[in-house]
C-alpha cells in the first residue's frame, strides 16, 4: 500500500465530500482513515504449525466464533461476523490457533462473502491434506444494513465443505450439528 499517495487521495475524497480537513480535530483524519483501512487490508504474517496425530484423533475439530472483520468489495464497507473452521485430521493436527489465522489471512482484502468461504476451505485443504474441512460463516454486511436497502439485522450464512465432511453424510451431519450457522 502506498500510504503517501492514499493520504492525499483521502483528504481530496474527504474535501470533495465537503469535509473540513483543516480543523485541529480533523487535520489527521485523512491518515487516520488510510491507517484504518490498511488495517482492515493487511492480514498478519504467520507460519502453520502442525504436529503429528500421534493419538490417531479421528472424530471432528471445530473452532468456533471466530471473529472476523472483511471489506466488501463492492462498497469498500466492512462486513462483520464469526466463522467456524473444522476439519476431520489425517496424519496430521493443526496448531488451534492458526485456524484463527487462516480466517484472517482471507478475510483482510477486498472480498465477497462466498469467495472468503471457500478460500479458506480450499487453502486447509490444500496445506493440512485432512480428510475434510468444513467453513460457514455469518456475517453482517453494512453496505446492507446501514446504507441501501437498510436491513438491519439481517445475517447472510455461506459454507464450504470438501472431502468427507462433504461426502458422508453422517460426517457433515455432525459438523453442522457442531458448528452450523457459525455459531
Ligand atoms: N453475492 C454477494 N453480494 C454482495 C456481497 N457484499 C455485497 N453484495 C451485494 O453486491 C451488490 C452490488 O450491487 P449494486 O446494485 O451494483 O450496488 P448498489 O446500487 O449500491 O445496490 P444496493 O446495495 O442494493 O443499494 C449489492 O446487491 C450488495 O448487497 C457479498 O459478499 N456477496
Ligand atoms: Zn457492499
Redesign the pocket.
Known amino acids: 500500500m502506498d500510504v503517501t499517495r492514499a493520504t492525499t487521495a483521502a483528504a481530496a475524497l474527504l474535501t470533495a465530500f465537503g469535509l473540513d480537513v483543516s480543523s485541529e480535530s480533523t487535520k489527521r483524519t485523512p491518515e487516520r482513515m488510510v491507517n484504518a483501512y490498511r488495517e482492515l487490508l493487511t492480514p498478519r504474517e504467520f507460519d502453520l504449525t502442525t504436529f503429528p496425530n500421534d493419538e490417531d484423533y479421528d472424530e471432528l475439530l471445530l473452532q468456533r466464533g471466530i471473529a472476523f472483520v472483511s471489506l466488501?468489495?463492492?462498497?469498500a464497507l466492512p462486513?462483520t461476523g464469526t466463522a467456524t473452521v473444522g476439519y476431520l485430521p489425517g496424519d496430521r493436527i493443526v496448531g488451534l490457533s492458526k485456524l484463527a489465522r487462516v480466517v484472517e489471512l482471507f478475510s483482510r482484502r477486498p472480498?465477497?462473502?462466498?469467495?472468503?468461504t471457500k478460500q479458506i476451505a480450499v487453502w486447509l485443504d490444500e496445506h493440512l491434506s485432512p480428510k475434510g474441512v468444513g467453513v460457514v460463516l455469518r456475517?453482517e454486511?453494512t453496505?446492507?444494513t446501514l446504507?441501501?436497502?437498510q436491513a438491519p439485522g439481517t445475517t447472510?450464512v455461506t459454507s464450504s465443505l470438501r472431502g468427507e465432511i462433504l461426502n458422508d453424510e453422517r460426517t457433515r451431519a455432525e459438523f453442522f450439528a457442531l458448528g452450523g450457522a457459525a455459531r
Open positions: 466488501c468489495e463492492h462498497h462486513f472480498q465477497v462473502q462466498e469467495r472468503l456475517a454486511h453496505c446492507m446504507r441501501g436497502v447472510t
